[in-house]
C-alpha cells in the first residue's frame, strides 16, 4: 500500500476528489474502499484485504490496476504549455496530402519560425523533410533539404548535450560521495565536452545546459574561495541572461520547470563566496517555492544541494531555527529512492546534522545508522568513514562507549596507516579516544581541546572530512565529561 498511499496523500483535496470521481464514480465499489481507506489512515495489505474480502491474487491484481489508472492520470496533469504547439508539428506530414500546396507551405513557414524561437531541433526535421518534399520540382528543394540534414546534426548534438548535463548529475554527485581524482576528472572532461558544443552550435538550450553545470562545477569542485568571488559579474550575468530565456519562451516545458534554479545557484553561489545578505535574500525567493519542487524527482539532486548551502550558511550564522525552519516541508514532500544514492544519503546527513543542532543526538545517530544499514557504502568509502565518525561522536556525546568504541574499531580496519587522505579521519578518532579514556577532568580536557584545535587545522581542502561539524566549548565538556547527562 505504501506507494498508493503516499501518492493520493499527496494531493489535494480538490485532486482528490477528481481523482475519486474518474475512478470509482463515487460508487461505494473496492477502488473507492481502496483510495478512501489509504488516503484517511495507514492500512497495511492484511487489513485492506481483509477489508474488501478478497483473496491476495485478486486484491494485487486491483492494485495494480489502480496504480496503473492513477499514474495515468496523474501523467495527464504536468503542466506542459509547449503542447499545442507540439501537437501541431504531428499533423505536419498531412500537409502532403492537402489539396493547396501553397498554404501548406506557408504554414509550414509559420510553424519553423516558432520551433526556431524555441530550439525544437527535433521538430524543425518533421518541418524541413516535408517543406522538402512539398518543394520536390522547384528551386527550393535543396535549400530544405540541407536545413533538413543541417537540423538532423543539430537535433543530435541537443540529444547529446542533455545526455551529457544528466550524466554531469549523476558523476558530480559520484564525486561528492567518493572525493576521488579520477571521478574529479570525469566531471572536467564532461564539461569540456559541454563547451565544445555550446562553441559549435548557437543554440540558448545548449547555453543553459553548460552554464547550470559549470556553476555547480565551480561551487561543489572549487576549493579557491578568492577564485569564486572573482566571478561573481559573470556568474550574475549568465543567470540574468538565463532568466530572459525563461521569460522569452514561457511555452517550453522544461525551462519552465528549471526557472527556480537561478535562486537555488544564487544562494549557492553567495554561500560559498559568504555573502550572507545576498544569500539570506535569496534563501527567502527559494522558501515559498519549495513545496513544488522537491516531489519532481527530476529535481532531487538540485533540493540536496540547497541543503547542502543551507548547512554551510548555518557554520556562519549559527541559527538552528534557519536551518531547520523547511525541514517539515521538505519531509512530506520529497520520495528519495534509496538507487539514487547520493540524493539518499545527502538528505538523510542532512536530517541527521539538523538533529545533532538541535541537539538530538540520539535522533542523529539513529538516522546515520538506518541508512548505513539500508545501502552498502562499500564504494564510497569516503562517505562511509565520514557517517561513521559521525555515529560514534554522537555515542560518545550520550555515553555509549561501546557502540563509540564499536565503530572506531570498524574505522581502524578500513584506514590504511599510509592514506594521507584520511589523515584528518585519523585525527578525529584520537579525539574521540582521549574523550572516552578515564583520566582527571582537568588534564583531560586540555587534550581533548588540544585535539580539536589540531583536527580542525589539519581538516582543510578537499579532502576535509566532517566540514559540516562545529563543536563549542560546552559541547566539548559535554564529550569530555563522564557524566553524560548534565
Same mark, same amino acid.
Given at each position: ?53 478478497? #483473496? ?9 490496476? %489502480? ?6 492520470? $496523474? ?27 501553397? !498554404? ?46 543541417k537540423h538532423v546534426a543539430f537535433s543530435l548534438g541537443v540529444s547529446?548535450?542533455?545526455? %551529457? ?79 530572459? &530565456? ?9 525551462y519552465q520547470n528549471i526557472k527556480f534554479l537561478t535562486d537555488f ?21 527559494? #522558501?515559498?517555492?519549495? *513545496? ?15 541543503? #547542502? ?7 556562519? *550564522? ?16 520529497? *520520495?528519495?529512492?534509496?538507487? +539514487?544514492?547520493?540524493?539518499? &544519503? ?13 541537539? *538530538? ?33 554522537q555515542y560518545c556525546i550520550m555515553g555509549e562507549d561501546g557502540l ?15 592514506? +594521507? ?9 584520537? !579525539? ?36 559540516? $561539524? ?5 559541547? &566539548? ?8 547527562? #548534565?
Amino acid at each position: 500500500m505504501d506507494l498508493l498511499s503516499k501518492t493520493i496523500k499527496k494531493l489535494s483535496d480538490e485532486e482528490y476528489q477528481a481523482l475519486l470521481a474518474e475512478v470509482s464514480g463515487k460508487k461505494k465499489n473496492k477502488p473507492y474502499i481502496v483510495l478512501e481507506t489509504s488516503r484517511m489512515g495507514q492500512v497495511d495489505d492484511g487489513e485492506m484485504m481483509e477489508l474488501l474480502q478478497v #483473496n491476495p491474487s485478486t486484491y494485487y491484481t486491483l492494485k495494480s490496476r %489502480l496504480n496503473s489508472k492513477i499514474a495515468a492520470i $496523474l501523467a495527464k496533469k504536468v503542466n506542459n504549455p509547449i503542447s499545442v504547439l507540439l501537437s501541431e508539428v504531428i499533423r505536419v506530414p498531412a500537409n502532403l496530402y492537402g489539396s493547396n500546396r501553397e !498554404f501548406s507551405i506557408r504554414a509550414l513557414k509559420e510553424l519553423e519560425k516558432q520551433l526556431i524561437q524555441y530550439d525544437l531541433s527535433g521538430e524543425l526535421i518533421v518541418v524541413y523533410k516535408t517543406l522538402a518534399q512539398l518543394n520536390l520540382y522547384n528551386e527550393d528543394y535543396n535549400k530544405y533539404e540541407l536545413l533538413y540534414k543541417k537540423h538532423v546534426a543539430f537535433s543530435l548534438g541537443v540529444s547529446k548535450v542533455e545526455r %551529457l548535463f544528466y550524466e554531469f548529475i549523476r558523476q558530480i554527485g559520484n564525486f561528492r560521495l567518493t572525493k576521488d581524482e579520477s571521478d574529479k576528472n570525469k566531471l572536467s572532461e564532461i564539461l569540456d565536452e559541454l563547451s565544445n558544443f555550446c562553441e559549435l552550435y548557437d543554440s540558448h538550450r545548449m547555453f543553459v545546459f553548460y552554464n547550470i553545470a559549470n556553476i555547480y562545477y565551480l561551487c561543489i569542485v572549487e576549493e579557491n574561495e578568492e577564485v569564486l568571488k572573482s566571478k561573481e559579474i559573470e556568474i550574475e550575468n549568465v543567470l540574468k541572461e538565463m532568466s530572459n &530565456i525563461f521569460d522569452k519562451y514561457n511555452l517550453d516545458t522544461f525551462y519552465q520547470n528549471i526557472k527556480f534554479l537561478t535562486d537555488f545557484l544564487l544562494f549557492e553561489y553567495y554561500t560559498k563566496t559568504k555573502n550572507h545578505i545576498r544569500a539570506e535574500h535569496y534563501l527567502e525567493k527559494i #522558501n515559498p517555492e519549495i *513545496d513544488a519542487i522537491c516531489p519532481q524527482h527530476i529535481s532531487h539532486f538540485y533540493v540536496v544541494e540547497f541543503l #547542502n548551502a543551507k548547512v554551510e550558511k548555518f557554520l556562519t *550564522d549559527g541559527s538552528v531555527d534557519r536551518l531547520v525552519e523547511l525541514n517539515s516541508r521538505i519531509e512530506e514532500n520529497i *520520495d528519495i529512492d534509496m538507487a +539514487e544514492t547520493y540524493h539518499y &544519503i545527502a538528505y538523510k546527513k542532512f536530517k541527521a546534522i539538523s538533529k545533532f543542532y538541535q541537539k *538530538d543526538f540520539s535522533g542523529a545517530a539513529r538516522i546515520i545508522n538506518e541508512m548505513r544499514n539500508e545501502l552498502s557504502m562499500k564504494k564510497y568509502l569516503f562517505t562511509d568513514i565520514e557517517c561513521k565518525l559521525f555515529q560514534a561522536l554522537q555515542y560518545c556525546i550520550m555515553g555509549e562507549d561501546g557502540l563509540c568504541t564499536q565503530l572506531i574499531s570498524s574505522l581502524k580496519r578500513q584506514i590504511k596507516p599510509s592514506e +594521507e587522505q584520511y589523515t584528518s579521519a585519523k585525527l578525529f578518532i584520537k !579525539f574521540l579516544k582521549t574523550a572516552l579514556k578515564p583520566a582527571e577532568y582537568r588534564r583531560k580536557i586540555k587534550k581533548v581541546n588540544e585535539q580539536w584545535l589540531e583536527f580542525a587545522q589539519a581538516n582543510t581542502g578537499e579532502h576535509a572530512i566532517l566540514p559540516f $561539524l562545529k563543536l563549542d566549548e560546552g559541547l &566539548i565538556r559535554r564529550i569530555t565529561n563522564p557524566i553524560k547527562d #548534565n
